[in-house]
C-alpha cells in the first residue's frame, strides 16, 4: 500500500491543524495505521496509531488529551486531528500501516511495513 500524508503547515502555539494520510489501496480497511514523528537529529517519535476497524486507539503521553486519531475505511484515509499545538510538537509527521495489531506495542516503528513520505508541522511561539 502507499501512502500519502498531507495538511502540514504553519501555525501558532494553541492553534489546531489536521493530518490527513491518504492510502492507494481498496483493502486499506486490512491494515493498522500510525503517525510518527521525527526532529532532524532525533529518532522517529511514536504519537498515535488506529485499529483496522478504528475502534481502538493508543496515543503518546505527550499528545494525549490533545490529539485525536480518526479513520474512514471508505474513503481510505487516516486522520490526525491536533489541537491545543505545542512548539515541541514541531516535526515532520509521517503515517505508517501494519498488518499486526498489537496494542501498546504500536508504539514501535518496526511494527509498521509500509510509511508514507512526511508532512512537516511547524508551531510558533
Known amino acids: 500500500v502507499q501512502l500519502q500524508a498531507s495538511g502540514g503547515g504553519l501555525v501558532q502555539a494553541g492553534d489546531s491543524l489536521s493530518l490527513f494520510c491518504a492510502a492507494s489501496?481498496?483493502?486499506?480497511?486490512?491494515?493498522?495505521m500510525g503517525w510518527f514523528r521525527q526532529v532532524p537529529g532525533k529518532e522517529r517519535e511514536f504519537v498515535s496509531a488506529?485499529?483496522?476497524?478504528?475502534?481502538?486507539?493508543i496515543y503518546a503521553d505527550s499528545v494525549k488529551g490533545r490529539f485525536t486519531i480518526s479513520r474512514d475505511n471508505g474513503k481510505n484515509t487516516v486522520y490526525l486531528q491536533m489541537n491545543g499545538l505545542k512548539p515541541e510538537d514541531t516535526a515532520v509527521y509521517y503515517c505508517?500501516?501494519?498488518?499486526?495489531?498489537?496494542?501498546?506495542?504500536?508504539?514501535?516503528?518496526?511494527?509498521?511495513?509500509?510509511w508514507g513520505q512526511g508532512t512537516q508541522v511547524t508551531v510558533s511561539s
Open positions: 505508517a500501516g501494519s498488518l499486526l495489531w498489537g496494542g501498546d506495542i504500536m508504539d514501535r516503528s518496526n511494527i509498521y511495513q509500509y
Open positions: 489501496e481498496r483493502a486499506f480497511s486490512n491494515y493498522n
Open positions: 488506529i485499529n483496522w476497524s478504528g475502534d481502538r486507539s
